[in-house]
């Protein structure tokens, strides 16, 4: 019963630092690196895992910025006061539907090749700069 006892309080100070800590873009970037050498790897799976992740949201959130209109749906009205405006005008890219991660992944890799700095930054802001690089929305979308 001691040792159970010592376990448990043991247990109750730990916290994993994953969950508190957002992957890095320089983490995604070998991960994304590996998924188009070697798509089976465990690196290439993770990036695989991820930007679907991350592209599901995307697609949930519209993809698009939107506003309050008369003619508003249903949907958007949803978006709108549970996501609130901030987080819908962060969202100014139009995804095709076709997008496959493959191709995602090689336009995210291109991307932060040609601008290292992009390494220092999360995961999600370097997707989010690629998308606006690539999808950015434009008056007829």
């Known amino acids: 019963m001691l040792r159970l006892s010592i376990v448990f309080v043991g247990l109750i100070g730990t916290q994993p630092a994953a969950a508190t800590t957002p992957l890095k873009a320089d983490t995604l970037f070998a991960q994304c690196t ?3 050498q070697t798509p089976s790897s465990a690196e290439g799976r993770l990036c695989d895992a991820y930007l679907r992740g991350f592209l599901q949201g995307v697609s949930s959130a519209g ?3 939107r506003s309050s209109t008369v003619d508003e749906s249903w949907t958007d009205r949803a978006a709108r006061t549970r996501l609130g405006t901030t987080a819908l005008a962060r969202a100014s890219y139009c995804v095709p539907s076709d997008l496959t991660v493959q191709r995602f992944a090689e336009l ?3 991307q932060v090749e040609a601008n ?3 390494k220092e ?3 999600v802001s370097a997707l989010e700069a690629t998308l606006h690089v690539h999808y950015r929305c434009t008056a007829s979308d």
């Open 34 to 36: 590996a998924l188009i």
């Open 63 to 65: 993809g698009k910025q």
């Open 108 to 110: 995210f890799v291109q």
């Open 116 to 118: 290292p700095k992009m």
């Open 121 to 123: 930054l999360d995961a």
